[in-house]
Every structure is written in structure tokens, then in C-alpha cells.
């Protein structure tokens, strides 16, 4: 079993501006910087989940997260496509 270290859980808060009066604690968007190595390692364990996903075909055709050259504009144009596929048919779409 593995342990993910305690330094690699600490982040820096950076609060950018967005807009107005930056005194204002809504006016600012907290960004958590994390350490590289921390990121590295992320990225290895959603490669090795997203690997697992596919290889073992756990998601749909329709999936969007988890898969390459997949967004959530693919996403709203199968959405998109089912609906008037839908209306083709006469059929009711919620």
C-alpha cells in the first residue's frame, strides 16, 4: 500500500483579482498552487485509471470524461444529435 506524502498535500492560495473592489473577498478566486511533484504524480494515476477504464471498456460511447479527444463539447453535440433524432420521430424528450 502506498502513501501519498504530507508536503505533496500543502498549496499556496493564491487569490487573482477578478473584478472590482479587491478587498472584497467574492471579487477574488482562490487558486491552490500545488507542488510539481504532486502534479506528476496526478497525472501518472488519472494515466493509469483512464488506461484501466478503457482497456476494461467500463465507459459508454458517450462518455466524455476519462477519454481522449472527448470534451464536454462532444458531449452536448451527442446530446444535441439524440434530441433532434427525437423530434425526428415525433418521440417526447426530457
Known amino acids: 500500500m502506498s502513501t501519498y506524502p ?7 492560495v493564491v487569490p ?7 478587498e472584497i473577498a467574492s ?9 510539481c511533484l504532486s502534479k506528476i504524480c ?3 494515476a488519472l494515466n493509469q485509471y483512464t ?13 466524455s470524461g476519462n477519454q481522449k479527444k472527448h470534451s464536454t463539447e ?3 453535440i451527442a446530446v444535441t444529435d439524440m434530441l433532434l433524432e427525437a423530434m425526428d420521430n415525433k418521440q417526447l424528450s426530457i
Not at 6 to 12: D, P, R, V
Not at 16 to 22: A, C, F, Q, R, S
Not at 27 to 35: A, D, F, G, M, Q
Open 6 to 12: 504530507s508536503m505533496w498535500k500543502i498549496a499556496e
Open 16 to 22: 487573482p483579482h477578478k473584478e472590482g473592489n479587491p
Open 27 to 35: 471579487n477574488n478566486r482562490p487558486i491552490s498552487v500545488l507542488s
Open 42 to 44: 496526478d497525472k501518472v
Open 51 to 63: 488506461e484501466h477504464l478503457t482497456n476494461h471498456r467500463l465507459l459508454t460511447e458517450h462518455q
Open 74 to 76: 462532444t458531449l452536448n
